[in-house]
Structures are given as structure tokens and as C-alpha cells.
């Protein structure tokens, strides 16, 4: 089956109540039992929904995938795989993250023993260089929030098997479209739904794909224990959402290519990051290991203060300043002051998060009207 059949078909049954086309809505807590024990497997909706199970079924079809496991949110999903670790097993990640998984890396998951480096995924050597007998987990974004930056997932991949680690890859930004991970030889991948996946800026989920039997019996027991599910309503709207994720996309990547050239050649700006343009440094990475270059891209003006960028912002109309990104409608932001405020100045700036820089989600309107929207905030 291939990509564009899968976000409709993949995983998914008729309904066998009243042979429903679409999956039903299935808004109960708790399953009636004949028998103890005896239910069909649903006891309890913290444990078991069919609207989840047909989300996750559809989640394991997109990434290619055995298993396929939702959460509340993305962080959900993020804090699920960091318990599988221990006191005192370390994790290698970028120093080019999305603030928020730096945030539980650092004040929730390190007062409990688990130590993170934060590196530039780049250097192989610097990434070997920290690896010891604690260490447990790779952990990549790529593309990274909000630089844009691309790692080569199958060199990581060779570390992670050469030194038995475990190698997870955020796809957030990329969604299952653009770029399969689980191909390239990663072990989990982890998406933000509320992004891409769910597409319509009206739902909050997380989603894990794995194939490790092993694995995804430990994943899907922290879901159940620490309960961070997601309810039926919200896996309704994501798998409502996924059923378009290929024309989205595909309508994403186009506009974003026309407003990083447009940006690019724009006397004003400093520099475009989007992975699409030659001159991106992993521009032929991203070729490589993704069939597109997506919808996100940033870019910093020359010159300009926090207090200019900010301005900048509030001129623009189309783009809705406001946080998230994936959705239809076009979104803008400043992330050192909103997804990447809780770094410290000092360590955002050293990846590129400058006062500067401000990130685009490029929806699917008319790649004109986005286009005047940024020439008139120019003015």
C-alpha cells in the first residue's frame, strides 16, 4: 500500500457495531464485562479505547512500523521513552532542540539521575567522544526546531548499533511523508500529532512508532501506568486529520519553497534556513534521506533587535503570531522568547537562536497572499 493510501486505509477496519465507515467516537471509561476478565480486551479507556487503538494502528501504517503508541502530547511521548532509563544512564542529544524536551530533559528527568549531553549531531567524533558505559540513548531531531539543521540518520543509526543504543528521531517536523526514520535504522519515532499529523491546530496528542516487540511492551505499560493518554475525541480529530496529511503536505512543501526563496533574495534578511535552499548546509542530507523539504523554515533579519523582530511580527496578518506549528493556517514566532524561553540565552545562542531570528509554519493558503503578508510587514 502505498503513502497516500495508507493515511486513509492504513491499519484501519470497518467498525464491526454497525459497520461505521468512519471510526466511531468511542467516549465511554470503562467496558462492560460478562465475565470477569472476559470483554473482548477492553476493560478500562485508560488502558485500552478502540478510537486509540484504530489511532495507533494508523500511526505504526504512516512510519512503516509494528507498533504504533499515542499520548496526551508530544512531551507525553518524549517523557515515556526518557522512563525507560535508570539513575545514572546518560542520553546524547542536540544542542539544537525544541525547548521543550530541553526543559524535561533538564529540570524534570536530571533531579532523577539521568544525565543529557547536548552536542551538535554533525560531528560523529563529538558524539563518539561521549559515549561511555552509561550511555543509553541517541536522541536526534532532524529537521531541528527551530534551526532547521538535518542529521544523517543513517550515520547515526550506525553509531547507536555499533554501541548498542538506543537511537530515537523526532520527525515532528518532517511528518511521515517527507521522511521514515524506522527505514534509515531508528529504533523509535516520535512525533508531536498536534503538529503535522493532526494538521488542523485543534488537538494536543504525542505518538511513538516502533518495531522492537520488546520495547513497545515497556512503552505501552508507561502508557497505561502513567496514564498520559490521549481521549477518544482528540484521536477521532488526529486520525480525521491524518486521512489529508499527504495533500497538506504536499501543498506545505510548495509554498514554503516560493517564501524561502522570496525571503532569500530579500535585501533585508540576513539569512533563510530551510532545507531546500543549496546553500543550506545539509542541504544534500536532507536530499538524500527526505522526499521533500517541508513546511518550517526560519530566518533572521539583518540588524535587527529583539524589539524590531518582535514589531516585525505584529505587522504581519496572515501569519497569526502564536505558538505550534503544522496547522493549515500560516503561524509565526519568536522563539527566543516563546518555544525556546526556557533555555538560557547563553545556550540558545550558541545554536542560533538569536533575538533575531523568527521561525515560520507556512500553511496551505494562496502562497501569494503569504508573500504580500511578509512584503507588507517589511514596509
Same mark, same amino acid.
Given at each position: ?34 465475565? +470477569? ?12 479505547? +478502540? ?35 535508570? +539513575?545514572?544512564? !546518560? ?92 527505514? *534509515? ?11 503535522? *499529523? ?33 481521549? +477518544?475525541?482528540? $484521536? ?16 506545505? $512543501? !510548495? ?58 511580527? !505584529?505587522? *504581519? ?5 502564536? !505558538? ?7 503561524? $509565526? ?47
Amino acid at each position: 500500500m502505498k503513502f497516500n493510501t495508507k493515511t486513509i486505509h492504513g491499519g484501519q477496519k470497518i467498525d464491526p457495531a454497525f459497520n461505521s465507515v468512519m471510526q466511531p467516537i468511542y467516549q465511554t471509561s470503562t467496558y462492560a464485562q460478562k465475565s +470477569p476478565g472476559v470483554n473482548k480486551g477492553f476493560e478500562y479507556s485508560r488502558t485500552h479505547n +478502540p478510537t486509540r487503538t484504530a489511532l495507533q494502528n494508523s500511526f505504526a501504517s504512516l512510519e512503516n512500523a509494528k507498533y504504533g503508541v499515542a499520548f496526551s502530547s508530544g512531551l507525553a511521548a518524549i517523557d515515556a521513552i526518557i522512563k525507560l532509563l535508570s +539513575p545514572g544512564d !546518560e542520553v546524547i542529544s542536540t544542542n539544537d532542540l525544541y525547548g521543550g524536551t530541553f526543559r524535561l530533559f533538564t529540570k524534570i528527568f536530571e533531579k532523577y539521575g539521568v544525565k543529557f549531553h547536548f552536542t551538535s549531531l554533525h560531528n560523529t567524533a563529538d558524539v563518539e567522544s561521549l559515549i561511555n558505559e552509561n550511555t543509553k540513548v541517541i536522541w536526534a531531531e532532524t529537521p531541528t526546531n527551530p534551526m532547521i539543521n538535518i542529521f544523517d540518520i543513517e550515520v547515526l543509526s550506525n553509531i547507536s548499533k555499533s554501541n548498542n543504543l538506543l537511537f530515537v528521531v523526532d520527525n515532528t517536523f518532517a511528518s511521515p511523508y517527507l521522511q521514515n526514520p524506522l527505514n *534509515l535504522g531508528a529504533d523509535i519515532v516520535m512525533h508531536s500529532a498536534t503538529k503535522y *499529523l493532526a494538521g488542523h491546530s485543534d488537538v494536543v496528542l504525542g505518538a511513538l512508532m516502533l518495531n522492537d516487540d520488546e520495547i513497545a511492551e515497556k512503552l505501552y505499560f508507561v502508557q497505561n501506568a502513567s496514564g498520559a493518554v490521549p481521549g +477518544p475525541q482528540d $484521536c477521532f480529530l488526529t486520525l480525521r486529520g491524518i486521512k489529508t496529511l499527504h495533500v497538506r503536505m504536499q501543498r506545505h $512543501c !510548495e509554498n514554503a519553497h516560493k517564501v524561502a526563496h522570496f525571503l532569500n533574495d530579500h535585501e533585508m534578511v540576513e539569512k533563510v534556513y530551510w532545507p531546500g535552499l543549496e546553500s543550506h548546509k545539509n542541504h544534500k542530507v536532507a536530499k538524500k534521506q527526505m522526499s521533500g523539504f517541508g513546511g518550517m523554515l526560519s530566518f533572521r533579519m539583518k540588524d535587527f533587535s529583539k524589539e524590531q523582530s518582535i514589531k516585525f511580527l !505584529e505587522k *504581519l496578518h496572515l501569519f497569526t503570531l502564536a !505558538e505550534s506549528l503544522g496547522g493549515v493556517e500560516s503561524l $509565526c514566532g519568536h522563539p527566543a522568547t516563546m518555544t525556546h524561553a526556557s533555555i538560557p540565552k547563553e545556550e540558545r545562542e550558541k545554536s542560533g537562536v538569536t533575538d533575531s531570528l523568527i521561525r515560520l509554519s507556512v500553511g496551505i493558503e494562496d502562497v501569494d497572499d503569504l508573500i504580500n503578508d511578509l512584503q507588507n510587514a517589511f514596509l
